[in-house]
């Protein structure tokens, strides 16, 4: 009876010793593992399985009496140990691969003409094909980590200096799943070509990269620009406005520019701004798709029908693919919903023709001889030969020290386009001024559309002569003639002898 009692005894230690021999042991730690975190996570996945198969044994023995509650804590204990590191493993190699990108980044013009980027972002952190065999797909935990998403992707676009040209400033995607790009379309706040994109996502992974924009393929057309569209011009006169020329086409074919609604009267042209060279065909090339033109009016002396004062003209300067369809479009008189109908690039410029006065002043003599006692007298006309009427024209005379002076009318109200105008003045020296040469300074100036005018000056030289001594004169007469007849009568005697 002792032995049979002692019999379950030994039988239960033994069962205790197999089940301590097969506990599964936490897996040694290399090193290597946070180098190499697939190889980690693949041993960190074997040890989580063993370490599950042999809790769910522990726990059918627990079921049948053979073993403790308290071995079946330690595996249990085991087994939340095992599940941590996979977890830690898991997530290592799933933060460690996630990767976005950027797809496209295309430059495009909006319709009220300010310039934006679509931005397409992608996730390319999908996992690689060993990563997924290694990991059972359908694995709950692994799902649950949602390894084919990136969360809180920060995106914006710099320039060289680091600063931020965008808006938004930083635009934010909550969830980024491989093999769904999504767009985002910035508003540029300074023009450029090529940006900086900056990145940041997952558990604070960044990225910057230089992208060189992509143009919308879809405009086809070379969109244009003008900082100086709206100018105003003098008659006789040029202007010039400044085009900045922005290729979004593929093409390489040259573009012709054509002016369309301007006055026939109106000669005009393109140049190059760097070299002043005459334009009328560009051509883009792949490493430049900004160019820059200057169109130069000429407007002529005097106002036609066509051609009014102080109206505005609205015209077109146009940016045509030279395919020979549109060779006479220049001559053409369009809409700008006509212009829209060609779907190329325009923009619209605005000229207004001024005129301004222009104020000719004649004199008959500018040289007067006086006596000591006498006084200048003095005539001048005064022409508008300009194209705009002036007003307040003054004559101003600046004559030597002490002089009197005297103008009429030293002040002109109006003067008309063509009409002249008499002004006349007086000048005299005061008493005791010495013989000799004085000179009169005559300015002129007046008002043309608020704008002064000034005519050229004029230098009146006078004269001031001493007053003549007729015995003197006279004295000095008969003694040259003495003289003259004294020599005379001495070379007849002295011929005689």
């Known amino acids: 009876m002792r032995f049979l009692s002692i019999r379950p ?42 370490a599950k198969k042999e809790f769910e044994r522990q726990a059918m023995l627990r079921d049948k009496q053979l073993i403790s509650e308290l071995e079946l804590d330690r595996s249990r204990a085991q087994l939340a140990d095992a599940e941590v590191n996979y977890q830690q493993s898991l997530l290592a190699v799933l933060f460690e691969s996630q990767y976005v990108t950027v797809q496209r980044a ?14 397409t972002l992608a996730n390319a952190s999908g996992g690689t094909e060993e990563f997924q065999k290694l990991v059972n797909m359908e694995d709950k935990l692994f799902r649950s980590l949602q390894p084919d998403v990136v ?46 994109v900056n990145l940041a996502y997952g558990n604070g992974t960044t990225r910057s990269m230089k992208i060189f924009l992509q143009k919308d393929a879809k405009e086809n057309k070379v969109l244009v620009q003008s900082d100086q569209f709206s100018q105003e011009a003098e008659l006789g006169k040029t202007a010039t406005f400044d085009l900045r020329l922005e290729q979004f086409s593929l093409t390489s074919r040259p573009f012709s520019l054509e002016v369309v609604n301007l006055p026939g009267q109106i000669t005009r042209w393109f140049r190059d701004p760097a070299n002043e060279a005459r334009l009328t065909q560009i051509r883009f090339n792949e490493n430049t ?21 102080d109206a505005s003209i609205s015209f077109y300067v146009l940016v045509i693919p030279s395919d020979g369809n549109n060779k006479n479009i220049s001559q053409a008189s369009l809409t700008e919903g006509d212009i829209e109908k060609l779907a190329v690039g325009y923009v619209k410029l605005e000229l207004v023709p001024r005129g301004k006065g222009r104020l000719l002043v004649r004199a008959q003599q500018l040289y007067s001889a006086i006596k000591a ?29 002490n002089w009197t002076k005297k103008i009429d009318p030293a002040i002109i109200p109006a003067l008309a386009v063509g009409e002249e105008r008499r002004v006349t003045f007086e000048c005299s020296p005061p008493a005791g001024t010495s013989v000799g040469r004085y000179e009169i300074r005559i300015r002129t100036s007046a008002l043309s559309a608020t704008q002064p005018v000034n005519a050229e000056d004029k230098t009146v030289t006078v004269e001031i002569q001493a007053d003549a001594n007729v015995f003197g004169t006279l004295v000095i007469v ?9 020599i005379v009568m001495f070379g007849i005697r002295l011929s005689k002898r």
């Open 9 to 50: 005894l030994f039988l239960a230690l033994a069962i205790l010793s197999m089940v301590h021999t097969a506990l599964p042991q936490s897996p040694m730690f290399n090193q290597r593992d946070d180098k190499y975190r697939l190889l980690g996570l693949k041993r960190a996945k074997e040890s989580y399985d063993l």
């Open 106 to 119: 295309i430059k495009y013009q909006a319709r009220d003409g300010m310039k934006h980027v679509r931005l």
């Open 151 to 196: 969360g809180y992707v920060y995106a914006g676009l710099l320039n060289n200096d680091n600063t931020i040209i965008s808006k938004p400033y930083e635009a934010k995607i909550e969830r980024l799943r491989h093999g769904e790009p999504q767009e985002i379309d910035f508003l540029l706040l300074q023009d450029l070509d090529a940006v900086t």
């Open 289 to 309: 798709n900004t160019r820059h033109a200057s169109l130069v009016v000429s407007l002529p002396d005097r106002p036609t029908d066509e051609l009014k004062m």
């Open 373 to 401: 006692d006498g006084k200048v007298e003095m005539s001048l006309e005064l022409v508008n030969e300009g194209t705009e009427k002036l007003d307040n024209i003054e004559v101003k005379i600046d004559p030597p020290m």
């Open 478 to 486: 008969v003694l040259i003639l003495g003289l003259v007849g004294g």
